[in-house]
């Protein structure tokens, strides 16, 4: 019988597989903190993990661990090496995401080319000539670059073009043909793109590398444009995003991830009015949340039922993934 760690709030309709799936215990711990469940890993054969981190220090302190279900599709957070070397795979849940992920993006957008939240707040303070102020713009006939042009990427083209913007994209590893197939312009320099750019919107994997829109990237970004970022938090310089708008270089930005999260109190960001921020919800709609659930649940039952998709596996090339079959000759070491 395998025993599961539930790392962080499941959707009931995850926990409804789990309670359903014979021969399977598992343990909810709802926080969604290392130190929260880090006093349950030791009897776990599986976790299923939400946002927060998963170290080597961790791993090795839960010697049944086999598999790890990763409750979306980033893994910034978790120590793929020290998995590996157990012969331990890390899963994602694959294409769930991308929809709610999107329609947030737009979200950002619009709500701050807007004002949203400051006509908002305005109109509850009885400030109603804040409209007279003519400082909100319009997605129509503007020029978005999205940079990274994955599944989310291209859904956000889909929906940007309704709104009828014309849709640039950079990215490196994705041909100019197959973004032809979107209606998308490729981009191949990243700074003249950002020069030509009302909206630039980010959807990227994760760096350690310094970001991707750093202080450079924000001086070549059009004047008076807006940044959009619900990929990674470390993909920005936040420190350089926040003078630039504080200097009215950009006029706005929408954040939904940041490089500490949640970020800390006194955070410049966090009291600069040109920013609208979202705790990292992009994909925590109702619906979303249900498939994430679902789909990191599946994952587990699948691993030890010998069926896991390989696709779905982060270091597949390296590991066993199902329990006993070799991957490449080799044998998973529990």
Known sequence: M???????KLHAAGLERLKAAPDMTFT????ISLDSYLPHV??????????????????????????????????????????TARGIPLCIVGDVNSRAVAEHTL??????????????????????????????????GKNL???????????????????????????PFVKPEAMAKHGVRPAADLAK?????????LHMPGTTAGGVIREEEIKAMKPGAILVNAARGGLVDEAALDRALRGGRLAGAGLDVFRAEPPAAGDPLLANDRVLLSPHAAGLTAECAARMAVASVQNVLDYFAGRLDPALVINAA???ISPGRPQNGRVTRQ
């Open 2 to 8: 395998a025993h599961i760690l539930v790392a962080g």
């Open 28 to 31: 909810l711990v709802d926080e």
């Open 42 to 83: 030791g009897m776990a054969d599986a976790v299923i993990l939400r946002t927060q981190p998963m170290t080597a220090e961790v791993i090795a302190a839960a010697p049944n661990l086999k598999i790890v279900s990763r409750h979306g599709v980033g893994y910034d957070a978790v120590d793929v090496k020290a998995l």
């Open 107 to 140: 979200m950002l957008m619009l709500a701050t080319a807007r004002k949203a939240a400051q006509h908002d707040a305005a109109v509850r303070k009885g400030e109603w000539n804040i409209r007279n102020r003519f400082e909100t713009v319009e997605l129509d």
């Open 145 to 171: 670059l999205l940079v990274g042009f994955g599944r989310i990427g291209r859904r956000v083209a889909e929906l940007a073009r309704a709104f009828g913007m014309a849709v640039s994209a950079y990215d």
């Open 193 to 201: 793109a950002l020069g030509c750019a009302d909206y630039v919107s």
């Open 318 to 320: 390296e590991v066993a």
